[in-house]
């Protein structure tokens, strides 16, 4: 069976320190790998996704970037955090068009 | 601007009653799907909508997919206080051949005893 791993589940970091969160996924070959971010209680802000090893598309401008160094690793990176880079990450994976997403827990990310 | 626009953005009811949540759009997609998402959890999908005018019923709950697929609702028959949460549409567009799965902004439903 299929499971994604994401960590760490809470962090707390201050302002300008760097950032590295990691996803994992295992029992597929080949997902569709995503990051979100979510505001307390809204929806969720597709920030990243890849189709392939070392294949990033970003759909928006901000601070953040992603890499996938192997096909089934998906890491959230970050330089110098701001204050808005507060919130929830998540990061999903999917197989094809019309198939559903899983979710890992995701992470509670706190600036200070 | 948001690609799916859900109403309302928050429902509070009392046990048993009916409720109904809209998630509307411009643009056509090849499917649409419904989560529900706990506080500190990742959203777990409920249903997958494809073929336009499709329902989908699953216990309790109704799903519908509009004839245009820009639109789908999902309707909730005597609610009970375990139906509290956040509920999410997505969907991936036709024009997007990476699958790309776009959410709404959420509507929290709240159920009290």
């Known amino acids: 069976s299929q499971t994604i791993h994401q960590w760490p589940a809470t962090l707390v970091q201050p302002v300008g320190s760097p950032l590295s969160l990691e996803c994992t996924v295992e029992?597929?070959?080949?997902?569709?790998l995503y990051w979100y971010r979510q505001a307390a209680g809204r929806g969720l802000q597709l920030l990243f996704y890849s189709v392939g090893i070392g294949q990033i598309s970003s759909e928006v401008p901000q601070n953040l970037s992603a890499s996938r160094p192997q096909d089934r690793q998906f890491i959230l990176s970050s330089k110098k955090l701001l204050l808005s880079d507060s919130g929830f990450y998540l990061c999903?994976?999917?197989?094809?068009?019309?198939?559903?997403?899983?979710f890992g827990q995701g992470t509670r990310l706190t600036v200070v | 601007t948001q690609l799916l626009e859900q109403s309302p953005q928050f429902l509070s009811i009392q046990e048993g009653e009916n409720l109904t949540v809209y998630c509307n759009s411009s643009?056509?997609?090849?499917?649409l799907q419904w989560y529900r998402q706990e506080p500190g959890e990742g959203p777990v999908l409920l249903v997958t909508v494809v073929t336009g005018g499709e329902v989908k019923k699953l216990k309790r709950l109704t799903f519908q997919f509009g004839d245009a697929r820009k639109d789908s609702s999902l309707h909730i028959t005597a609610a009970q206080p375990g139906d509290t949460g956040l509920y999410l549409c997505a969907g991936a567009r036709r024009t997007d051949s990476w699958g790309k799965l776009q959410f709404g902004a959420g509507t929290q439903v709240v159920v009290t005893p």
């Open positions: 999903a994976w999917k197989v094809a068009m019309n198939t559903e997403a899983f």
């Open positions: 029992g597929t070959s080949n997902p569709n």
């Open positions: 643009s056509v997609f090849s499917s």
